[in-house]
């Protein structure tokens, strides 16, 4: 059997048929044969969840964390690690009903094309949640986040708003707690608010037994990201796009991002469901926006053409660190989610003084001499990166790591009359280099050679200090992913934080290991 040659199934049995019927945790699960495709916190959790339904489970990984190995033995689930690029003779004499795939997997995977060709119906996590979602009590309703950027702070914020509305809230999804961990949580729920990503949305079906059916969606943003695994800006779009399908109650979108807008006037939505506008500017009616100072409700009231409801001030946002413009638009849209779940004003209020964003993202590290140092490792692309360059008047950049695919020259260009210097890190500098020489040739550039990931950061903050002057701001705002070098956004952040502290004379700051993969 070569590489990428696939041998059918033994038979082609109707297997949409019995999988129309599972549309429950109630249903009759027992014997399906699943096979599920990686040993994540999401193929694990779907083998999990597919054992203790009685399915007949296999999961196929190229590799397996020690632990959830020793997992799958403990709940009786053969495991198969393989080189995925081929076929997995287990897999073929499983001859599953279903597979079930983690969000890694590039949509031409040659499994999937395998599972295609065999007429293998395949799903995402999702999808199983979706389906199984009644295990404790009645379903509870879904609000569902993606974009671009601000998915998981938006996702928090939502949640720690309805929380303060006196809700049980389970915040899950790509934010870090797989859907099927939550919706088998004993306690049960109110709402769960669900961040997706573009590869979980890509797997979701419009319509059907598995088609998501949420009370509220957002997409908060658009750009291109990620088009090495979808293919092209159109796919990457048109997977965001199926958030909002089928939604009942809000279809909360970016009036500053047209695209968002357009995507919801191109939605299949449930009838009654309304369009929702927020924004940094004057809220018109059916919008969330800001009125002098104060952030204002104008969707969520009777008289909406009239009157509006204070939800909080720029102000109070400025005190406990939150009014960075792009932070701002967050808490307007997580506002309105919260708000379609009925959450009131001075909920929303009482949220927002003890709420405190994640580290990584615009955390200020240290300040010395007049200089800023600020971590948004979570900058992952260059639609974050604009946002966190535009909050600062005169900036060190740190940039670079893998770039997906994307040009960074826009990013460049636009915010070259900021720059004090850059120091460039990663393994596909010649890019962002090149970037440099076309849209800031003047613009004093170091680049960061080193293998050693341990002497990244050390290097890259020397060279930074070299650079800034009083009253600047050395940003690490990478515009690119972290795994070339680190294990993961956090990883590169921490590590940012511990150089600065060892060049300031600071010590120690956080033990880089403690941070999760991502």
């Known amino acids: 059997m070569g590489a990428h040659s696939f041998d059918p199934p033994r ?17 009759d699960w027992t014997g399906l044969r699943v096979a599920v495709l990686g040993l994540g916190m999401t193929g694990f959790a779907a083998a999990d969840t597919l054992s203790e339904l009685g399915a007949d489970v296999l999961v196929v990984a190229g590799r397996a964390p020690d632990d959830r190995a020793r997992l799958l033995q403990v709940l009786g689930v ?47 996590d999702i999808e199983l949640a979706w389906r199984l979602r009644d295990k404790v009590g009645p379903a509870a309703p879904w609000i569902l986040v993606t974009g671009t950027n601000g998915k998981t702070t938006t996702v928090q914020l939502a949640a720690t708003m ?18 099927l961990d939550a919706i088998r949580d004993p306690q049960g729920w109110d709402v769960l608010v669900v961040e997706l990503s573009s590869y979980q949305l890509h797997h979701l079906p419009l319509s059907g037994p598995g088609a998501l059916v949420p009370l509220s969606s957002v997409c908060l943003n658009i750009a291109d990201d990620h088009i090495d695994w979808h293919g092209s800006a159109l796919a990457y779009r048109d997977a965001k796009a199926k958030v909002y399908a089928n939604t009942t109650v809000a279809c909360v979108y970016n009036k500053a991002d047209l695209a968002t807008m357009r995507m919801v006037e191109d939605a299949d939505v449930s009838d009654g469901a309304r369009a929702i506008g927020f924004g940094l500017g004057v809220p018109g009616p059916s919008d969330l926006g800001i009125v002098d100072g104060i952030l204002c409700d104008r969707a969520f009231l009777e008289d909406r053409f009239d009157s509006a409801i204070e939800l909080t001030t720029v102000a109070d946002l400025v005190a406990v660190g939150l ?17 379609s779940f009925d959450v009131p004003p001075d909920a929303i209020r009482a949220a927002l003084a003890t709420f405190r964003l994640d580290a990584h993202r615009i955390e200020v590290i240290a300040t010395h001499d007049g200089i800023s140092w600020i971590d948004d490792s979570k900058a992952t692309n260059p639609h974050a990166a604009d946002a966190s360059l535009a909050a600062y008047d005169s900036v060190v950049w740190l940039v670079g790591g893998l770039l997906k695919g994307v040009d960074i020259g826009e990013l460049v260009a636009r915010h070259a009359g900021r720059l004090r210097g850059a120091v460039v890190i990663g393994v596909e500098r010649a890019e962002v280099l090149a970037a440099f020489r076309r849209h800031a040739p003047a613009l004093r550039v170091f680049e960061i050679d080193s293998d050693d990931t341990g002497q990244v950061m050390p290097s890259a903050v020397d060279m930074a200090a070299s650079l800034a002057e009083a009253g600047d701001v050395v940003l690490l705002a990478p515009a690119a992913a972290s795994m070339d070098q680190f294990a993961s956004y956090a990883e590169r952040g921490a ?7 060892d060049y300031l004379g600071g010590g120690s700051h956080e033990d880089p290991s403690s941070y999760p993969g991502a």
């Open 495 to 501: 590590k940012f934080a511990q150089a600065v502290h």
């Open 162 to 179: 309805i929380a303060a509305g006196g809700h049980r809230v389970a915040p899950c999804g790509n934010i870090g707690v797989p859907v």
């Open 323 to 339: 009014a960075a413009p792009h932070v701002v638009a967050n808490i307007l849209a997580a506002a309105a989610l919260a708000r």
């Open 78 to 124: 053969p495991l198969v690690t393989a080189d995925l690029d081929a076929a997995p003779d287990t897999l073929v004499s499983h001859d599953p009903e279903l597979i079930i795939v983690s969000p890694g997997f590039h949509p031409d995977h040659p499994l999937l094309q395998w599972a295609a060709s065999a007429a293998i119906p395949v799903w995402g």
């Open 11 to 27: 038979q082609a049995p109707d297997r949409h048929g019995r999988l129309d019927t599972l549309t429950s945790w109630h249903s």
